[in-house]
């Protein structure tokens, strides 16, 4: 990953972690050459973002599933901080999507939440996606 033009954009957790990615292989390929040009503390907080970043839902992500939910949002005029979020988030109720987005209420109905739910969830599959069960056996949340 190349960065073109700095702070041009803001970038999503999955861009970070690719670029930090990126930047580790291409280190390691200067240690065999010989160059070792990298300050001790930049490579700490670049393993401790790496690890944060790893254990996030980010680490699952791939260019086509945040190109499919840019697309798939595109008729809800989000802004680019609030797709970013959602990205970075991956939100799975209302009340965490309602707060990503600024002014909810007056931009959207529940309808529309409903909606975008669906999409994030087709596009952003998450592992611990599936519902939870309590000890009867019957799924939490559903009419409780």
Do not use: H, W
Request: glycine residues 4%.
């Amino acid at each position: 990953m190349e960065i073109i033009k700095a702070d041009s954009a803001m970038l999503s957790n999955y861009e970070v972690l690719a670029l930090l990615n990126d930047q580790k292989a291409q280190r390691q390929a200067n240690e065999v050459a010989g160059t070792r040009e990298v300050a001790e503390n930049l490579r700490t907080i670049e393993f401790e973002v790496q690890k944060y970043l790893g254990a996030s839902p980010c680490s699952t992500q791939s260019p086509e599933q945040i190109a499919a939910l840019r697309k798939a949002f595109e008729g809800y005029k989000l802004v680019k901080a609030e797709l970013a979020q959602i990205l970075n988030l991956r939100p799975r109720t209302p009340v965490e999507l309602i707060l990503i987005i600024e002014e909810f209420e007056e931009r959207f109905t529940l309808e529309d939440c409903t909606r975008m739910l669906q999409i994030i969830a087709e596009a952003l599959p998450r592992v611990d996606d599936v519902p939870m069960e309590d000890v009867d056996g019957e799924e939490q949340g559903a009419d409780a």
